[in-house]
């Protein structure tokens, strides 16, 4: 094990000297605004021979030269400011999908309340499949770390570049985003001269005000970007302590704690991709170690075993914060409500803006019982989607179902699903696109040709 990890620091390292100089030309080749000198480096860099690293100096290249210019949808309301000095660098979860994401970094956050924010919540987009996003200018200050301290200074927002990587603080990220997110902070830590211990995750920097767990300021207020292993993306070990804790100017988070802090070997920044990450709670896994401060608010959305919907604002009125059933979802960022709520009791999800099959399905969403009907006529099962952000909205989706049966003129749906044909349980695809439940048929006689059912896995499926 030793010996090997060392080989990838080592290989890393050296990666990182053989394009140090060269990435700060290609920064200037397609950011630079003296178009002239742009020009002469831009072909200077294509004559540059790539080097035989996983990732060379023409990978570097290409990422630059495709990053897309998302700058043009940046809510005009927002003030761009020159950041005076840039120290970190920190890393995001958006937890939302793609387009949401794309949406509330550059055009705000808009609350139920009627309140909003002006966007440009963040420097850089992440997507799974590994796309990048310029949302804003690097050498502004992008709005997005909050209630921030590291080193004793505060308004982190002020002395660093945001990243969003599009997922969930509780679900794995892609390689994809992790080789291009690796290229990026190459970049930056070049263009800006910062360490690799500069590089921070949001639950790393973000503190919060007192509250009836901790009597001081205290940190755990973000689970933002937890999962990010910093290995994965090129980076050797970051900060071994938290320096505001230690000294005393915030309370420890004991979850947090543990999870950046706690001494391991020799990769101790290594956080396991996957183990017990959940946004489900459990007798382990409270609103807090979920939501941090978060797990009271408006935009924290906790969807109940039976589909019941409330948010962080509700719970203590309804059903009490001791009394959430284990495998209640914990879905963050849902800032106002606008997705077609359907029948909350209903199996057949949907898939919006705001919730991804991840949201719906959490780890399951890659089963094979886990069911999709694209809005194409499609059908395919979990096994068969690479990342829950490739799916298109308006997508259904049915969790811990097997099937199709088909209905044919031997087998009816009594046939097939006995008693329970008319439940709400059991699900329909009706050609050449319908999903319905088994309560909102009323003629079973005319079903179209090649209509199939669905049954829920716990079901008795006859022979
Ligand atoms: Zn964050």
């Given at each position: ?24 030309h ?5 950011s ?25 100096r ?39 999908g ?32 590994g ?10 200050r ?23 990587l ?33 590089v921070l995750?949001?639950?790393?920097v ?42 005393e100017?915030?309370?420890?988070d ?6 950046f ?7 101790a ?14 007798r382990?896994?409270?609103?807090w ?27 203590d009125?309804t ?6 059933p284990v ?13 077609k ?14 919730m991804?099959a ?29 990342d ?17 049966f088909f209905?044919?003129g031997?087998?009816?749906?009594y ?5 329970k ?6 699900v ?6 319908h999903?319905?439940?088994g ?18 896995l ?6």
């Amino acid at each position: 094990m030793f010996i090997p990890l060392l080989n990838v620091h080592w290989y890393t390292d050296i990666m990182k000297r053989q394009v140090r100089t060269k990435v700060i030309h290609t920064e200037n080749c397609f950011s630079g605004s003296a178009l002239v000198f742009g020009l002469v480096f831009f072909m200077a860099c294509f004559f540059v021979p790539a080097t035989g690293s996983a990732i060379n100096r023409t990978d570097y290249q290409r990422f630059q030269a495709e990053i897309i210019d998302h700058r043009h949808r940046l809510n005009r309301a927002f003030k761009k400011i020159r950041r005076a000095e840039t120290r970190y660098i920190i890393v995001h979860t958006s937890e939302l999908g793609l387009s949401a994401t794309l949406r509330v970094v550059s055009e705000g956050k808009r609350f139920s309340s009627g309140h909003s924010t002006p966007g440009g919540h963040a420097n850089y987009v992440v997507a799974r499949n590994g796309d990048t996003y310029r949302i804003l200018d690097k050498q502004f200050r992008a709005d997005h770390a909050g209630l921030s301290m590291w080193q004793g200074r505060q308004d982190i927002s002020s002395v660093s570049i945001g990243i969003e990587l599009v997922g969930y603080h509780s679900a794995p990220l892609t390689d994809q985003q992790y080789r291009s997110v690796a290229m990026l902070i190459d970049i930056l830590q070049n263009v800006y001269s910062l360490d690799d211990k500069a590089v921070l995750t949001h639950s790393q920097v973000a503190f919060g005000r007192p509250n009836p767990w901790f009597p001081k300021n205290h940190r755990g207020r973000k689970r933002c970007a937890k999962n990010f292993d910093r290995s994965r993306a090129g980076l050797g070990p970051g900060f071994a302590f938290d320096p505001d804790v230690r000294a005393e100017r915030l309370l420890s988070d004991p979850y947090l704690a543990d999870l950046f802090y706690s001494p391991k070997p020799a990769v101790a920044a290594r956080v396991p991709a996957t183990g017990p990450v959940s946004n489900l709670i459990s007798r382990k896994n409270s609103a807090w170690a979920i939501a941090g401060e978060d797990y009271s608010s408006k935009s924290t959305v906790y969807i109940l075993p039976n589909g019941r919907k409330l948010t962080g604002d509700q719970i203590d009125d309804t059903v009490g914060w001791h009394l959430l059933p284990v495998n209640t979802r914990v879905l963050l960022n849902q800032e106002t409500q606008t997705e077609k709520i359907l029948d909350p009791g209903s199996p057949v999800k949907i898939i919006t803006d705001r919730m991804t099959a991840w949201s719906h399905a959490g780890p399951a969403y890659g089963f094979d019982s886990t069911i999709y009907f694209l809005p194409s006529g499609r059908v395919y099962t979990g096994s068969f989607i690479s990342d829950w952000d490739d799916l298109p909205q308006n997508t259904r989706l049915i969790v811990g179902y097997q099937g199709p049966f088909f209905i044919t003129g031997e087998k009816t749906a009594y046939g097939i699903a006995g008693q329970k044909f008319k439940d709400r349980a059991t699900v329909y695809f009706l050609p050449p696109g319908h999903v319905k439940t088994g309560d909102k048929i009323t003629d079973f006689s005319s079903l179209p040709r090649g209509s199939r059912i669905y049954l829920p896995l716990d079901n008795l499926v006859p022979g």
